[in-house]
């Protein structure tokens, strides 16, 4: 009797870790941005089809810091980056936080040709929709992301 409860929870967790790895996404594909506000996506879609630039206006537009020139020099972070690590393919979701009703915290990993690029991205809920109120990337995760063990 026992062998036979074993067998079936045996079976049962690997079946389990079957399922869920055949669910991860392949980071090799596009993430399709479902759940995200749209001022990261439409972002990170300038990025890939327009280049760093257009990508930074795209996620500043409308917010606290559209036209400031230090949001703007991120375009050159992102520049250097690829200079580094090759083409930008693609994003991965890290995790969403809701600090708020009104404040939600995105961590990213965007994916290049040799390696990644870690971002934070802090959105606020506004009347005309989601704004970016700050945004940070960094080849380092331990400067973007929180307290790693």
């Given at each position: 009797m026992r062998k036979s409860v074993f067998l079936v929870f045996s079976c049962a967790l690997l079946f389990g870790r079957v399922a869920s790895i055949a669910q991860s996404p392949d980071s090799s594909q596009k993430h399709d941005g479902a759940g995200l506000p749209s001022i990261i996506v439409?972002?990170?879609?300038?990025?890939?089809?327009?280049?760093?630039?257009?990508?930074?206006?795209?996620?500043?537009?409308?917010?606290?810091i559209d036209e400031s020139k230090d949001a703007l020099t991120q375009a050159n972070n992102l520049r250097q980056v690829q200079d580094y690590y090759g083409a930008y393919r693609a994003f991965e979701v890290m995790s969403t936080r809701d600090l708020t009703p009104k404040v939600r915290i995105v961590y990213l990993v965007l994916d290049y040709d040799k390696g990644p690029l870690f971002a934070k991205f802090v959105v606020y809920r506004s009347d005309q929709g989601w704004i970016l109120t700050s945004f940070l990337f960094n080849t380092k995760e331990g400067a973007v992301l929180p307290n790693l063990p």
């Open positions: 439409s972002g990170l879609d300038a990025y890939k089809d327009k280049g760093p630039d257009e990508a930074v206006r795209a996620w500043i537009k409308g917010s606290p």
